[in-house]
């Protein structure tokens, strides 16, 4: 085995120390072989370190023999550093792929800023809603303001309805007295007919009635007639005998119930009683 000298500085170049000469100064220790070799040892008595080769080396290692030996690297450090650069390929690849990511990314990012860019459009479009919701909300108002006149005008149609009220309950007032007067009438008329003398007949065919007759039709379809020049307080009764169910009471220029029409009987075995009022209600029932 090669014998190795301690380094020291010759001339400001590092050489081994020259045979003969020894460390002077400073305090030697265990030296310890590097990876891949065994060996070693205290170099404070002795300046000869033997040095070998490890049974398994891994790493640095002397190769050769002699001056001619070199430094180099053992199979498992070799593999060790080829898995190592192959590890280095895949983290370069991953590398890669998270630079294409990135890209990737990038372009998100692109395509948001242009969907930021959209949002924005349609802000300015939901602003410009916005202004023509306070558009149709001034038009509202307008609205308003023309429902508050129509209002005002109702009031005012309800003023003139409350007047319009005030006069029906004057109208009701004078119908009330015209009521009364019609009640006194009507009290003056039965008192008149129940001072009556009645006359009692059969018809058989067309007739005109006298005051204070009571027939009784037995023909269907003929038409008896009240008397001509009624006065206030007459009677007559115009009735109908079993299966006797249309004869027509003609006025005879007078109103029957204020109207100017015929009266029809269309019952049998039916009976109605006249009494005249005046020139307007002419002939009622009672």
């Known amino acids: 085995m090669a014998t190795r000298r301690p380094l020291v500085l010759v001339s400001g170049l590092t050489s081994e120390l020259p045979d003969g000469d020894s460390v002077i100064g400073i305090g030697a220790g265990s030296v310890t072989a590097g990876s891949g070799l065994d060996g070693g040892g205290d ?30 690297l053992d199979g498992a450090a070799q593999a060790s ?27 998100s990012g692109t395509a948001g800023l242009a969907s930021g860019n959209a949002a ?9 809603s916005g202004n023509a919701g306070i558009s149709v909300g001034v038009s509202a108002l307008g609205v308003a303001n023309s429902a508050q006149g129509t209002a005002i005008i109702a009031v005012a149609s309800g003023n003139a309805a409350q007047v319009t009220a005030n006069t ?13 007067n019609a009640l006194a009438s009507g009290n003056a008329a039965l008192a008149a007919v129940a001072n009556s003398t009645f006359t009692y007949t059969i018809t058989s065919g067309t007739k005109t009635l006298a ?15 009240l008397p001509l020049t009624p006065a206030a307080g007459n009677f007559v009764s115009v009735g109908t005998a079993q299966g006797i169910n249309y004869i027509v009471v003609s006025g005879n220029g007078s109103n029957i119930m204020e109207l100017n029409q015929n009266l ?8 109605v009683n006249l009494a005249y009022f005046d020139s307007n209600q002419g ?4």
């Open 168 to 180: 029906a309950l004057a109208s009701g007032n004078a119908g009330i007295a015209v009521g009364v």
């Open 264 to 271: 029809i009987i269309d019952l049998d075995n039916n009976n």
């Open 211 to 225: 005051v204070g007759e009571r027939t009784t039709a037995v023909t269907n379809n003929l038409t008896v007639s």
């Open 120 to 128: 924005l459009s349609l802000a300015s479009t939901a602003l410009a």
């Open 81 to 107: 550093g080829n898995a190592g650069i192959a590890a280095a390929s895949t983290a370069l690849a991953s590398g890669n792929a998270a630079l294409v990511v990135g890209t990737q990314a990038l372009a």
């Open 283 to 286: 002939w009622r029932f009672v």
């Open 43 to 72: 170099v404070s008595n002795d300046i000869r370190l033997d040095i070998q080769l490890a049974p398994n080396p891994s790493g640095i290692i002397y190769v050769g023999t002699g001056d001619t030996s070199t430094i180099g």
